[in-house]
């Protein structure tokens, strides 16, 4: 619990709504790009990009992810049943994401 409030005082330096303002200013504002002509960075297998993403998450809702994930064949996404932004602190979901990083498991 030391950790996650350790994390948690820096994620507040700015306080939430400035960081949540932030977040939707990067997530829904205008690109120079759009992300479904990204092109795989790996196209000869030698990484992987694995997007992981809570569903119950309020800010990106899941299924934006899954239709950027269906698009882009390239990325292996993850859904996190019942969990919202800091799904990574869940013991469970943390060591799957350093399998999945460290071993390649899924």
């Given amino acids: 619990m030391l ?8 994620v ?6 400035e960081s949540i303002c932030r977040d939707a200013n990067v997530g829904f504002g ?3 790009f759009d992300p479904l002509d990204l092109d795989n960075p790996f196209p000869n297998n ?5 997007l992981w993403q809570g569903d119950d998450y309020q800010l990106v809702p ?4 899954r239709y950027i994930a269906q ?3 390239w990325i292996q ?6 969990a919202g932004h800091l799904f990574p602190y869940i013991q469970e ?8 990083q460290l071993l390649g498991e899924n």
Avoid at 62 to 65: F, G, P, R, S, T
């Fill in 93 to 100: 979901v943390s060591a799957d994401i350093m399998k999945t």
């Fill in 46 to 50: 030698e990484g992987q990009v694995h």
């Fill in 71 to 73: 698009k882009l064949s």
């Fill in 12 to 17: 507040r330096q700015q306080s939430v709504s």
């Fill in 77 to 82: 996404y993850h859904e996190v049943p019942g």
């Fill in 62 to 65: 899941a299924m934006l992810q």
């Fill in 30 to 32: 205008t690109w120079d």
């Fill in 3 to 10: 950790s996650i409030s350790i994390t948690l005082s820096y």
